[in-house]
């Protein structure tokens, strides 16, 4: 990869597409995980206006302490930058309340843990509204196109994506070369939705080096019976995923009604 030359690409997309759009910058939720630094940090280079914002809900110390020290360096870098805390924390526990009661708590988890991300939307939203900016995502092509790790009108619900086309190790090549924070870089990817430290791996069951793996294997037209071992479970995690979360890679399904019927 001709690193410069993705970074000047992105950022010049990213330039072209607001002024287009006629708005004045990006809403980016930061969360303190490699993908919103990375995509912060382009957007902080396009010179327009950049609202990070910092969303907790139960959110791990060491997660919130990340986002704060990258975006205290965006601004010590880029004066266009700006920041704003939004604690919801008790907007997520008074919407639970709210909820009817179930038997088995543990049932709701999944549930509970797409409603933070669905909170954070719309507040970026908000936000976006308030100072006519484009909510910017942060997911990756592995996360977007390879197994549909993000929810669904949560942090896929977006503007634009300006690192989509990037890998997950095409995401770390491009932090290092842009010099973000190495305590950013070392930590284990997570989508901080649980309020433990459980991270994407142990989710999917799969590192991202092995789901490219698999997703260049897939592309390929591979099937699991060319593989053994570990190499055949990763692409079978991979292409359960990929076929789990198909609804959320292609367009929303329209019932078309027929011209006879009209």
């Not at 908000?126 to 977007?144: M, W």
């Not at 690192?163 to 095409?170: E, V």
């Amino acid at each position: 990869m001709q690193t410069d030359k993705v970074v000047k690409h992105i950022v010049n997309w990213l330039t072209d597409y607001a002024n287009d759009a006629n708005v004045n910058g990006f809403v980016i939720g930061v969360s303190g995980g490699i993908d919103s630094a990375l995509t912060s940090t382009l957007c902080a280079m396009t010179g327009l206006d950049v609202l990070c914002l910092e969303m907790p809900i139960h959110q791990s110390e060491n997660q919130v302490s990340r986002a704060m020290n990258h975006i205290k360096w965006l601004q010590d870098k880029f004066p266009n930058v700006k920041m704003t805390q939004v604690n919801l924390t008790p907007v997520f526990d008074g919407l639970v309340d709210a909820l009817p009661d179930v038997e088995n708590e543990e049932s709701r988890f999944m549930s509970l843990a797409n409603t933070r991300a669905r909170l954070r939307m719309t507040s970026l939203y908000y936000f976006a509204a308030l100072d006519k900016l484009l909510v910017a995502g942060t997911g990756n092509k592995v996360e977007d196109f390879g197994v549909g790790f993000y929810t669904k009108y949560g942090d896929g619900g977006v503007d634009l994506s300006p690192i989509a086309d990037l890998l997950k190790s095409d995401v770390y090549r491009l932090a290092k070369h842009l010099g973000i924070n190495q305590e950013i870089i070392d930590a284990p990817p997570t989508d901080g939705l649980w309020g433990d430290d459980r991270t994407d791996e142990d989710q999917i069951g799969a590192s991202y080096p092995e789901l490219e793996w698999a997703m260049a294997m897939d592309d390929a037209g591979k099937t699991a019976g060319d593989f053994e071992g570990r190499q055949k479970e990763v692409f079978k995690i991979f292409k359960r995923f990929n076929t789990m979360n198909k609804h959320k890679m292609i367009p929303i399904p329209i019932c078309e009604i027929p011209s006879d019927l009209r």
